[in-house]
């Protein structure tokens, strides 16, 4: 999993705390993406960057701000957020936005309290 | 409206014997499919994909999968099961007019038993 790396793997936050997630990808990929995984859930696809510009913003609450400064990082910024937010949040990136295989990161496991 | 189908939460296997997770989708257009198992605590590890061509797809870790069209299925299969397969597996599929979507299955909790 050296392709793709995410930071914190664990993080508990309060309602009211501003945090982010850090996703970096080692594979020359050219998009990323952000998802939410909860459990005996779908994935769902949060947001898409291509060539660092956002391609995709599925219908996700303000209070998650994705930030891509290169195609190598991705950031998700957490603002007020919900019980209900907590889950799995997994990077991926693929060479581009065409039908290719995504490699994930291991994820951040995210607890709001 | 596109959706996949993994009909089984989870399936039970003796070691050695073939195993079979099931995916079945619907998109207006034509499928392009992935098979990707996810290990505890561990991001998603891509194993096989059909965009078009032969029906059989074979990939990782001797798995591989059949593109039935008819039946819009897309089942996964290994001929003898190892208990290292034991993980939660996920079947995706996108429209090919889509331009990134990928819509996902629930997954299905695989375990070999020795």
């Known amino acids: 999993e050296t392709g793709v790396t995410q930071t914190p793997r664990h993080l508990v936050m309060g309602m009211t705390n501003k945090k982010s997630l850090k996703c970096e990808q080692h594979?020359?990929?050219?998009?990323m993406y952000w998802y939410k995984q909860s459990a005996k859930k779908p994935l769902e696809l949060m947001f898409v960057?291509?060539?660092?510009?956002?391609?995709e913003n599925n219908s996700v609450p303000s209070r998650f701000s994705p930030e891509c400064p290169n195609s190598s990082h991705l950031f998700l910024h957490l603002h007020t957020l919900q019980p209900e937010d907590s889950a799995l949040y997994l990077c991926?990136?693929?060479?581009?936005?065409?039908?290719?295989?995504?490699?994930f990161g291991p994820g951040t496991r995210l607890t709001v309290l | 409206a596109q959706s996949v189908a993994q009909p089984e939460d989870q399936v039970n296997v003796a070691e050695g014997n073939p195993l079979t997770v099931k995916c079945t989708y619907s998109?207006?257009?034509?499928?392009?499919l992935f098979w990707y198992v996810q290990y505890p605590n561990r991001g998603l590890q891509f194993l096989l994909k059909y965009i078009t061509g032969d029906n059989l797809v074979k990939g990782s870790y001797g798995f591989e999968a059949e593109f039935n069209k008819s039946q819009t299925s897309f089942h996964l299969k290994k001929p003898s099961a190892l208990v290292s397969d034991s993980a939660l597996y996920f079947c995706a599929v996108r429209d090919g007019r889509s331009n990134y979507q990928l819509i996902w299955g629930a997954g299905t909790k695989l375990i070999i038993k020795p």
């Open positions: 594979l020359g990929h050219n998009a």
């Open positions: 991926a990136s693929s060479q581009d936005t065409g039908p290719r295989e995504q490699f």
């Open positions: 998109v207006s257009g034509n499928p392009y």
């Open positions: 960057y291509s060539l660092e510009e956002r391609v």
